[in-house]
């Protein structure tokens, strides 16, 4: 089993379309959470961080269940500009930074 | 605030060949790491430093592959000799500490072994 795992996708939706990607981590002593975007031939850039209690940024939620080991993100009235790969990324009690495949999606008119 | 710096951005070598690749991280940032990111996946840690004390390099193929950080600040991660399953985009992030801290990525050096 991979350590983290995501729905590698691809997802594609019209604008406007609200649309959520699961992963799941199997180290049950990850410590802290993220999500990353990364657009085509660009390097990771943070989107947001994932606490207990879930968090909400605009358009976009995350959620984490730690009882069963997985986390989410949502996003609402997709833009095409949020076309691009959403890494999920733990990090284990080592400062081990684990890195999802990746979903992909497009965003379309 | 500059950002992660990267060179080369490309490179292009023949399988068994070496290649160096440098980073400079953001000013102040003590963590710096180093990623491999091969098309399809996401980026895989190959080591950490913490200043110039390498915490984590399980993942280094330490074979064929060598980092160091000289003074705590600069990096260099080299690859001797090359195989081409080595193909990849080499990603430099630096963060301000450890524990749960974003990383920034530089733009990466993508690697391709012949």
């Known amino acids: 089993r991979k350590e983290v795992e995501q729905d590698p996708g691809p997802f594609n939706v019209p604008e406007g379309a609200t649309v959520a990607f699961n992963c799941t981590y199997s180290n049950s002593a990850s410590q802290s959470f993220f999500w990353y975007r990364q657009d085509c031939r660009k390097e990771p850039k943070l989107l947001m961080s994932?606490?207990?209690s879930g968090n909400e940024d605009g358009r976009f939620t995350a959620q984490l269940n730690r009882a069963s080991q997985y986390i989410s993100l949502l996003i609402r009235d997709s833009k095409l500009s949020d076309s691009a790969t959403y890494l999920c990324?733990?990090?284990?009690?080592?400062?081990?930074?684990?890195f999802g495949a990746g979903t992909r999606l497009t965003v379309k008119p | 605030e500059a950002g992660v710096a990267q060179s080369p951005r490309y490179k292009i070598i023949e399988k068994r060949q070496s290649v160096a690749f440098w980073c400079n991280p953001i000013s102040g940032h003590a963590t710096l790491y180093w990623y491999q990111q091969i098309l399809g996946q996401g980026p895989k840690l190959l080591i950490q430093f913490q200043n110039n004390g390498v915490v984590d390099d399980s993942q280094l193929p330490k074979d064929r592959f060598s980092a160091e950080r000289l003074k705590g600040v600069d990096s260099t991660l080299k690859i001797q000799p090359a195989k081409l399953e080595d193909s990849a985009v080499y990603l430099c992030a630096s963060s301000p500490g450890q524990k749960g801290y974003e990383q920034y990525f530089g733009p990466g050096t993508r690697l391709t072994v012949t």
């Open positions: 994932v606490y207990s």
């Open positions: 990324v733990v990090n284990n009690n080592n400062n081990d930074m684990r």
